[in-house]
């Protein structure tokens, strides 16, 4: 279980915490279908603005509005590894314990909570 709650909070870190998306989509020739140019373009106006949330604000719909928020796509990806690893039942704890870390590791890394 405890693998499962690192694998979870790490996936967050990278996703809400890191540029990876963005690096890995270009070096992988995914700018067109992710929309890498049109974000670093509207990044030049907007020097706070990640990844997540120009998705939702570019494009509004289910995917990329629990794609913005950490908690929900928190709650999902404990979901989908819980279930994964026939371990649905340690499911809360999964999901909290990995979204404390997340928000502990944020702080560290000095962003506003």
């Known amino acids: ?3 499962l709650i690192f694998l979870n909070t790490a996936i967050l870190v990278i996703v809400y915490l890191t ?4 690096e890995y989509g270009s070096l992988f020739r995914l700018s067109k279908f992710l929309r890498l140019k049109e974000y670093q373009e509207t990044r030049i106006d907007c020097e706070q603005l990640d990844y997540p949330t120009f ?3 570019k494009k509004n719909n289910f995917l990329t ?3 913005s928020c950490p908690i ?3 709650f999902w990806l404990s979901l989908i590894l819980t279930f994964a690893n026939n371990r ?3 499911l809360p704890t999964v999901y909290l314990s990995s979204l404390f870390l997340f928000f502990i590791f944020k ?4 962003q506003d909570v």
């Open 55 to 57: 998705l939702f604000l």
């Open 88 to 90: 649905i039942e340690s």
């Open 107 to 110: 702080k560290i890394y000095g």
């Open 72 to 74: 929900c796509f928190g």
């Open 19 to 22: 540029d990876a998306i963005v």
């Open 65 to 67: 509005r629990l794609f």
């Open 1 to 3: 279980m405890v693998n």
